[in-house]
């Protein structure tokens, strides 16, 4: 079974600072990745989708990687701001349906 | 990006009674839509996937008549939570995938729920 996992689990950082949130997952054979990300008491909004034959996409300052045959993607933030605050989900797609959710990573951007 | 709308935001109801929470697709149709639990500072769990015009599929451990989940059209799914008990209290979400073969999830904003 697809395991996908995020480390750090929690993140503080200083106004400014770049950064690298990770996802790793266990299986290879996957259809897409996605990243989102979740202010508290709030859904999950949708950052970035890669597809299995892409290697990174960009949506501002937000650029994801991914790494397909080491099961690995990153999100980077350059020059974090305090709203970007929050929880950071990423998200396999297996085909038929299923989905593997990470635990998140719980990102602080200090003033 | 696609918009899912969920409905209502936050429901406080007395214990017994049921209530109806909506998750609506606005500019996509959706074959699957998933009902979700989210447990203060963790992650989400999978309650049940819903097919349009079929069953849904619950995860194990979920009681199924107690979580009434109804898929009647494209763009619209329903999750009852019925006789409901201050266990019940959580905040729940839904989303919505626009792609079969592409994998594309949007989310609701979430129902708080909460039993007196």
């Known amino acids: 079974k697809q395991e996908v996992t995020q480390i750090p689990a929690a993140l503080s950082v200083p106004e400014g600072e770049n950064l690298v949130l990770n996802c790793s997952f266990t299986?290879?054979?996957?259809?897409?990745l996605q990243w989102f990300r979740q202010d508290p008491g709030k859904g999950l909004t949708s950052l970035l989708l890669i597809q299995s034959s892409q290697r990174e996409q960009t949506s501002g300052r937000l650029n994801a990687s991914l790494d397909k045959s080491s099961g690995r993607s990153t999100l980077y933030i350059a020059a974090s701001q305090p709203g970007d605050s929050a929880t950071y989900l990423c998200?396999?797609?297996?085909?038929?349906?299923?989905?593997?959710f990470g635990t998140g990573t719980s990102l602080t951007v200090i003033p | 990006g696609a918009v899912v709308s969920q409905h209502p935001s936050w429901v406080i109801c007395k214990s017994g009674t049921s209530v109806k929470i909506e998750c609506r697709s606005l500019?996509?149709?959706?074959?699957?839509m998933f009902w979700y639990r989210q447990f203060p500072k963790q992650s989400l769990m999978l309650m049940a996937t819903?097919?349009?015009?079929?069953?849904?599929?619950?995860e194990q451990g979920v009681e199924k008549d107690k979580f009434l989940i109804n898929h009647a059209s494209l763009t619209l799914s329903t999750l009852t939570v019925t006789s409901a008990h201050p266990e019940d209290s959580s905040f729940y979400i839904c989303?919505?995938?626009?792609?079969?073969?592409?994998?594309?999830?949007?989310f609701g904003e979430g129902s708080r729920l909460t039993v007196l």
């Open positions: 819903s097919n349009e015009g079929s069953k849904a599929t619950y």
């Open positions: 998200a396999v797609f297996g085909g038929g349906n299923q989905f593997y």
């Open positions: 989303s919505a995938n626009r792609g079969l073969d592409t994998g594309e999830l949007f």
């Open positions: 299986d290879s054979a996957i259809y897409n």
């Open positions: 500019d996509f149709q959706a074959t699957t």
